[in-house]
């Protein structure tokens, strides 16, 4: 039975990433001029491969990045892959948010997810979910070689919970337009829902991790 390819790939950068704001899956903002300007040139300098079939969150710097990566091709959105929801710290910095008990409670792990927000162990269930979703859609389609555009924290939490090699999130950590290779093996997927991280992107064949 055939693997199938995954590339994982982070969306531009936003206005508001750059003021540090927590950007979640409630607010839906477009890419920045210079998160264009990043993209569009990453996509000149870079190799992205070819694929079938492009996945990506319903938000729109996650569409607008795979517009611009992956022009000839339809975007197909997953709703499960939609960013974390932060609840109330929504659209706000830490400066903001510096003083606030719960936010401290939060961000120091003695809270699991924030007022009115969703949990660590949430996210990730749902982010493994809305992988399923993917895989089980291209086998009914005989695709073997597919991207998806995501958010830096579902690509983290997604890796740190089913790749192979084994690695905390921060080690999954990605550039903007940048992501990692996955292989699906079928067998080894079914059984475990493992997968395997094989590859940057973009990269040379020769960058493994």
Request: contains cysteine.
């Amino acid at each position: 039975m055939r693997s199938y390819k995954i590339h994982l790939i982070r969306h531009g950068a936003t206005d508001a990433n750059k003021e540090g704001r927590y950007i979640g899956g409630k607010t839906d903002l477009p890419l920045s001029a210079e998160g264009r300007r990043e993209i569009k040139t990453l996509k000149e300098k870079e190799h992205y491969p070819w694929v079938d079939l492009v996945y990506s969150s319903p938000m729109e710097r996650c569409r607008e990045t795979a517009r611009i990566l992956f022009p000839e091709r339809e975007i197909i959105d997953i709703e499960g892959m939609r960013e974390y929801d932060f609840g109330v710290f929504e659209n706000k910095t830490a400066t903001e948010l510096d003083g606030r008990p719960d936010y401290t409670a939060w961000a120091s792990g003695q809270m699991p997810s924030p007022p009115e927000g969703e949990s660590s162990k949430d996210f990730t269930a749902r982010i493994v979910l809305a992988l399923n979703e993917i895989v089980r859609d291209m086998m009914a389609r005989e695709c073997y070689e597919s991207a998806v555009i995501m958010h830096g924290g579902a690509i983290m939490m997604l890796l740190a919970a089913c790749a192979l090699p084994q690695n905390p999130p921060a080690f999954w950590t990605s550039e903007n337009g940048k992501g990692y290779t996955v292989l699906i093996t079928p067998s080894l997927y079914q059984k475990s829902g493992i997968i395997e991280a094989i590859n940057l992107i973009p990269a040379e064949e020769s960058d493994e991790i």
